[in-house]
């Protein structure tokens, strides 16, 4: 395939353009980098017509199974999208303005940001949120750097029952810094807490927890807030934002600074994004959240109005001075997060995590039955739980996928010891057939 398959350039451009640097031809211009290190095809295959990519495309849609039942979490969830979600965000108004550069020219989007902040403060019992960050990850990390930078301390202390995805993007923020970072191992799914306490000292900038954590189990942290605050030190807690229509809010609990990932706020799952991050804090700490907050102001009229303040990027201030370089957002998505809970109302997402939390617990009661199969969760959990099977989850896996079952999480790959241990997660789309053939499918892989 010659260079001009695929190069938007005519012959005609090339030479023009060879010319004005001096070279006289393309393998000129390339010769200082070694012949071993240059690419020799990119293997494009020739343009297809619009019919014939989609159908392409098709075909490879057409691979993934329509009848897989997915019982899989830790992360991100299989939830019930209500059709106004897609219909209000595919609005032009909002998917093209969605990153207001022009504050004054992007009402309608500044408002629905500003929605959806209040709604971020209520649902966490926060004072303050920002306009979205990327993901659940990253935003916990931006909490780590928050908590850095609020107490000018270099350690912080993890909860090894914290998402192992969340925990290795905050090493990844903080590996080139001077910062100590302290993971404590869990005892048997649950935070081991004579070992969390030990850790934490004088040194410690942020405590960070999950609530549910890793493995389902909820649990009540204002023990670890007043420890850590004894210490000079902050809380900062990951929620799973689907659990708050039933669970005890963090900021009841005494967190700092709450963080999650929205995905399960009227977001599908599209291979794992985009999805959109949130961040709440108290109002203390408001001038080091990263990123845009939008405030309500007055204009000359005396009409309500909405603007961006407090911007604390790059983008706005003096380089060494911004808290973040967090861009564009994900605010399309988080107004999808907005809509969602709005279209529920506070009774309808009280609902929704009810049944979550119910048909859990259902499902726990089936597979605490099966012989061979333990509960792993000592405690309350929300809508995911770990069973501790008799031999090694993977293989077990891997065989109901052929049987058009999602089982879980195998949970051997974050924890070695715990090569036998599967986290299954029931929302509200899961049937009481389905979760009944499920179990009844696990009983014969236990025999």
């Known amino acids: 395939m010659s260079r001009a398959d695929y190069c938007p350039n005519t012959p005609e451009d090339i030479r023009e353009m060879l010319a004005a640097i001096g070279a006289e031809s393309i393998d000129e211009l390339f010769s200082p980098i070694p012949a071993e290190l240059r690419a020799r095809s990119f293997y494009l295959t020739p343009g297809l017509s619009e019919f014939e990519i989609t159908r392409h495309l098709k075909d490879y849609a057409d691979r993934n199974s329509q009848e897989l039942v997915n019982f899989i979490g830790g992360g991100y969830y299989d939830h019930l999208i209500p059709a106004v979600v897609d219909h209000l965000s595919g609005r032009a108004e909002f998917y093209t303005a969605y990153t207001p550069y022009q504050p004054e020219c992007s009402q309608g989007t500044l ?65 080139n810094l001077a910062v100590e970072v302290v993971e404590v191992p869990p005892s048997e799914g649950i935070i081991d807490r004579p070992a969390l306490f030990s850790a934490i000292d004088e040194r410690t900038a942020v405590l960070i927890v999950q609530n549910p954590n890793f493995f389902g189990t909820l649990d009540d942290f204002r023990d670890l807030a007043e420890l850590a605050h004894s210490k000079g030190a902050l809380l900062a807690a990951s929620v799973y934002p689907i659990s708050l229509g039933l669970v005890t809010s963090p900021g009841v609990m005494g967190a700092d600074i709450v963080t999650g990932d929205g995905q399960s706020l009227g977001n599908p799952l599209s291979f794992g994004g985009p999805s959109f991050g949130f961040i709440a804090t108290l109002k203390k700490y408001i001038r080091n959240l990263p990123g845009r907050i939008v405030g309500e102001t007055v204009d000359r009229n005396g009409r309500r109005g909405f603007v961006l303040t407090l911007q604390a990027r790059e983008q706005h201030i003096k380089r060494h001075k911004a808290t973040s370089n967090i861009c564009s957002n994900q605010s399309l998505c988080a107004l999808r997060g907005l809509i969602f809970l709005v279209s529920l109302g506070r009774q309808g997402f009280a609902e929704l995590a009810r049944q979550n939390y119910d048909k859990a617990e259902y499902a726990k009661s089936l597979f605490a039955a099966i012989p061979g199969v ?43 010891d715990m090569a036998h241990c599967l986290t299954i997660t029931v929302t509200e789309k899961r049937t009481k057939a389905e979760i009944d053939l499920y179990a009844h499918k696990m009983e014969w892989q236990c025999k």
């Open 111 to 175: 408002q629905a940001l500003f929605e959806y902040q209040t709604v971020i403060c209520r649902l966490t019992g926060m004072e303050a949120a920002n306009a979205s960050l990327y993901d659940g990850p990253t935003a916990m990390a931006e909490a780590a750097m928050m908590a850095l930078r609020i107490t000018n301390r270099e350690k912080v202390v993890i909860d090894g029952c914290v998402n192992p995805f969340y925990r290795q993007v905050v090493k990844t923020y903080l590996a």
């Open 374 to 416: 333990t509960i792993l969760n000592p405690g309350t959990t929300f809508n995911e739980f770990t069973i501790a099977l008799p031999k090694d989850a993977m293989p077990v896996v891997e065989k109901l996928l052929t049987k058009k079952t999602a089982a879980g999480v195998p949970l051997g790959r974050w924890y070695p």
